[in-house]
């Protein structure tokens, strides 16, 4: 059974801070993806990151896999209220589609 | 292009009452996949389904049972309700492809009293 072990579990912060959120696991995942939810919705997906040691940037977002697909973080840059919300990350396996989450990390930014 | 259709939004039902969810994937997609999300085991692979066949299964018992159409929209039935049943039920979809993404619908909260 993969696991997947996200932290923080809750963050609040101030409008402007950086913040990592990391996603750990002892599992090779062939690809991660990041996801945000809001009350009451479904998960949005952020990115999709396939190769070990891949960089991508979604704004002020920055996603990057390890080198061995077992780990994964997300670092925002000077937060704002509106990053409020629910990050989940979930790795697929190398082969087959069902995703195993982390157990989330909830941000909250106060302006 | 629209996306993942769940329906109906809400649910109240009584133990040993079944149910029955519907999701409608994007256009195109052949993939649809259910999850359970709780507050306290989070969200959880319940099953997927491609080109009317179930590819992959977790660790739920029997009583969850799921079942998708030629036009690709799925459905997923619970019998024999239990109160731990009690969760938001969402849907994703996608193109069934290794490493697509998945994109959910905003799911069904099912209530158990």
């Known amino acids: 059974t993969q696991l997947l072990e996200q932290s923080p579990q809750f963050l609040s912060i101030q409008e402007g801070e950086n913040l990592t959120v990391y996603c750990n696991s002892s599992s090779v995942f062939s690809s991660l993806q990041w996801y945000r939810q809001e009350p009451g919705e479904g998960p949005v997906l952020l990115v999709t990151?396939?190769?070990?040691?891949e960089v991508k940037k979604l704004k002020r977002l920055t996603f990057q896999f390890g080198d061995a697909r077992k780990d994964s973080s997300l670092h925002i840059t000077a937060a704002q209220p509106g990053d409020t919300g629910l990050y989940l990350c979930a790795g697929a396996p190398n082969a087959g589609n069902m995703l195993t989450f982390g157990g989330g990390t909830r941000l909250m930014v106060k302006p | 292009k629209a996306g993942v259709t769940q329906t109906p939004r809400y649910l109240i039902k009584t133990r040993g009452q079944q149910v029955t969810l519907s999701c409608s994937p994007i256009?195109?997609?052949?993939?649809v996949s259910w999850y359970q999300q709780t507050p306290g085991q989070g969200l959880q692979f319940l099953f997927e389904y491609f080109s009317e066949t179930q590819r992959n299964k977790g660790n739920f018992p029997g009583r969850f049972s799921g079942r998708q159409f030629s036009n690709s929209r799925s459905e997923m039935n619970v019998s024999t309700l239990e109160l731990g049943d009690s969760a938001l039920y969402l849907c994703?979809?996608?193109?069934?492809?290794?490493?697509?993404?998945?994109?959910f619908g905003d799911g069904t909260r099912l209530s158990i009293l």
């Open positions: 256009s195109g997609h052949r993939s």
């Open positions: 990151v396939v190769t070990g040691g």
């Open positions: 994703a979809s996608s193109t069934g492809l290794q490493n697509q993404p998945q994109h």
